[in-house]
């Protein structure tokens, strides 16, 4: 079995100064697989830029 999720590679800033989190897919295997092992992630080539403050929460 496997699942998608994304991994946080690096904090860029935009063309405004808005730090931005660069994301990469990833696909996870899970048990169950035979060819992967549990817990194996396999990087895929899409990826994507996400605001940080979507991703934590600022205090102050």
Not at 23 to 41: H, I, R
């Amino acid at each position: 079995m496997k699942e998608e999720a994304w991994r946080s590679v690096e904090v860029v800033r935009n063309t405004e100064g808005k730090p931005h989190v660069l994301q990469q897919k990833v696909t996870v295997y899970t048990a169950g697989v035979s060819e992967e092992s549990s817990g194996y992630t396999k990087p895929e080539v899409q990826h994507r830029l996400v605001p940080l403050e979507s991703l934590v929460e600022f205090d102050g």
